[in-house]
């Protein structure tokens, strides 16, 4: 059995912890299991607990009397019963529920408006947030759930539920700490970056590390939502899949990223950033906070042993920058380098296994030119089966990566 440990909130200011006990005095008692999940909630108003599955997610809740049962596909809400009753429709994110109609979103992945079903297309509500996720004139009777970044709010307790914690926007702060960071690496970060690296007068390697200046922030304040800046930074569910392209007009690259079928990137665990120059590829990867990417795609262009930006290039000698100037990123998924002629080459001339070496990760990349078939809408890659110019069996798609010691591996095949 899983024993509860417990929080006081005291609502007003300047007053004892235990003045509730006088009687007329705001009090809240918050309780937690020993997976840090909220479990219980107790006011000077009202009581609530939750109940979770063994995966952590939320599978009931009760508000006084009232209790809400939800059903899970996958990580996402799919029907929720209780006092009323409501089926949630996903696609590329929630689309509708039978209560409260279709959702439509901004940017940042906010819901901003629904819309009734059926063809009147009648706006029902509209949500406006600040930067914190604060609501703007809000509606206590509202029962739409998926407000501010997609997050589910409960109007109980005034906090979204995020799965992995409780985020309040009140204060901008989570009200559990950040499990992720220990000591050994909240200075350096997950994957260490060597500096100075040289060999002393017995022939051994000497170096040391450069702190990662993203771990010593997150990690200074385990509650802190977006490193206290949500307008530059996001805080996604925990996994963030991470997208580069090459931001020049007529080049179609920004397209074929913004509408690709391999991710959604309308996701709030997406994060899209657009380069031009090789200098601003260095300085947005560099700056990359990494310790929870799952898949990269590169939407790149490039040829053997090089990657081209306006007026700049990436490369292993002769280019602006050469891939010696990239820090390491920890990618424990795949990375997708959509750029011509990535996987060609011998190893040491090779983009493909510059980034398996750079990620950790598994690459995939095509030996000759990468082109696209447009459908419904979506962006699919595939080979224009061209080396050097002329049509060749081998340019095609294949997976790079490095084994345990260290050597080269490659594994021809069309994973799309």
Same mark, same amino acid.
């Given at each position: 059995?899983?024993?509860?440990?417990?929080?006081?909130?005291?609502? $007003?200011?300047?007053?004892?912890?235990? @003045?509730?006990?006088?009687?007329?005095?705001?009090?809240?008692?918050?309780?937690?299991?020993?997976?840090?999940?909220?479990?219980?909630?107790?006011?000077?108003? =009202?009581?609530?607990?939750? $109940?979770?599955?063994?995966?952590?997610?939320?599978?009931?809740?009760?508000?006084?009397? $009232?209790?809400?049962?939800?059903?899970?596909?996958?990580?996402?809400?799919? =029907?929720?019963?209780?006092?009323?009753?409501?089926?949630?429709?996903? +696609?590329?994110?929630?689309?509708?529920?039978?209560?409260?109609?279709?959702?439509?979103? #901004?940017?940042?992945?906010?819901?901003?408006?629904?819309?009734?079903?059926?063809? @009147?297309?009648?706006?029902?509500?509209?949500?406006?947030?600040?930067?914190?996720?604060?609501?703007?004139?809000?509606?206590?009777?509202?029962?739409?759930?998926?407000?501010?970044?997609?997050?589910?709010?409960?109007?109980?307790?005034?906090?979204?539920?995020?799965?992995?914690?409780?985020?309040?926007?009140?204060?901008?702060?989570?009200?559990?700490?950040?499990?992720?960071? !220990?000591?050994?690496?909240?200075?350096?970060?997950?994957?260490?970056?060597?500096?100075?690296?040289?060999?002393?007068?017995?022939?051994?390697?000497? =170096?040391?590390?450069?702190?990662?200046?993203?771990?010593?922030?997150?990690?200074?304040?385990?509650?802190?939502?977006?490193?206290?800046?949500?307008?530059?930074?996001?805080?996604?569910?925990?996994?963030?899949?991470?997208?580069?392209?090459?931001? !020049?007009?007529?080049?179609?690259?920004?397209?074929?990223?913004? !509408? @690709?079928?391999?991710?959604?990137?309308?996701?709030?665990?997406?994060?899209?950033?657009?380069?031009?120059?090789?200098?601003?590829?260095?300085?947005?990867?560099?700056?990359?906070?990494?310790?929870?990417?799952?898949?990269?795609?590169?939407?790149?262009?490039?040829?053997?042993?090089?990657?081209?930006?306006?007026?700049?290039?990436?490369?292993?000698?002769?280019?602006?920058?050469?891939?010696?100037?990239?820090?390491?990123?920890?990618?424990?998924?795949?990375?997708?380098?959509?750029?011509?002629?990535? +996987?060609?080459?011998?190893?040491?001339?090779?983009?493909?296994?510059?980034? $398996?070496?750079?990620?950790?990760?598994?690459?995939?990349?095509?030996?000759?030119?990468?082109?696209?078939?447009?459908?419904?809408?979506?962006?699919?890659?595939?080979?224009?089966?061209?080396?050097?110019?002329? =049509?060749?069996?081998?340019?095609?798609?294949?997976?790079?990566?490095?084994?345990?010691?260290?050597?080269?591996?490659?594994?021809?095949? #069309?994973?799309?």
């Amino acid at each position: 059995m899983i024993k509860s440990c417990f929080r006081f909130s005291i609502i $007003a200011e300047k007053r004892s912890p235990w @003045s509730f006990l006088q009687g007329g005095q705001p009090y809240e008692l918050d309780s937690y299991n020993l997976l840090n999940q909220l479990v219980g909630v107790v006011t000077d108003s =009202y009581t609530a607990s939750y $109940a979770y599955n063994a995966a952590g997610l939320r599978i009931s809740k009760i508000v006084d009397d $009232a209790t809400t049962n939800f059903v899970w596909d996958g990580s996402n809400i799919a =029907y929720e019963s209780g006092a009323s009753t409501d089926r949630y429709v996903r +696609g590329i994110g929630l689309i509708k529920s039978d209560l409260n109609g279709f959702y439509l979103y #901004n940017a940042h992945g906010d819901v901003v408006q629904l819309v009734a079903s059926g063809s @009147s297309g009648t706006v029902t509500k509209e949500y406006r947030y600040d930067s914190f996720g604060n609501e703007v004139g809000i509606d206590e009777n509202d029962n739409n759930p998926f407000r501010y970044s997609s997050y589910f709010w409960d109007g109980e307790t005034e906090t979204y539920y995020c799965q992995a914690r409780m985020y309040n926007p009140s204060i901008g702060r989570f009200t559990q700490q950040d499990s992720h960071w !220990n000591p050994g690496n909240m200075i350096y970060g997950d994957k260490p970056q060597k500096i100075g690296e040289r060999k002393d007068a017995l022939g051994l390697n000497v =170096y040391t590390y450069s702190p990662d200046i993203f771990a010593i922030m997150q990690s200074g304040n385990l509650y802190g939502y977006c490193m206290g800046n949500p307008i530059f930074f996001i805080d996604p569910s925990g996994l963030t899949t991470v997208v580069f392209y090459y931001d !020049n007009p007529g080049s179609g690259f920004k397209e074929q990223a913004m !509408n @690709s079928p391999y991710y959604d990137s309308s996701s709030d665990d997406v994060l899209i950033i657009s380069v031009t120059t090789a200098d601003d590829f260095l300085l947005e990867w560099n700056a990359l906070y990494d310790s929870d990417i799952t898949d990269m795609y590169l939407y790149l262009h490039g040829g053997e042993g090089e990657l081209y930006f306006k007026g700049s290039s990436i490369g292993f000698s002769g280019s602006n920058i050469t891939f010696s100037d990239l820090h390491n990123k920890n990618v424990s998924g795949r990375t997708y380098l959509f750029s011509c002629h990535g +996987g060609q080459g011998k190893e040491g001339n090779n983009v493909a296994w510059e980034f $398996a070496a750079k990620t950790g990760s598994t690459v995939v990349a095509n030996r000759g030119g990468v082109s696209y078939t447009k459908i419904f809408g979506k962006y699919y890659a595939r080979t224009d089966g061209k080396m050097d110019g002329k =049509y060749n069996l081998t340019a095609v798609w294949g997976q790079y990566s490095y084994n345990k010691n260290g050597k080269a591996k490659y594994w021809p095949g #069309n994973i799309f």
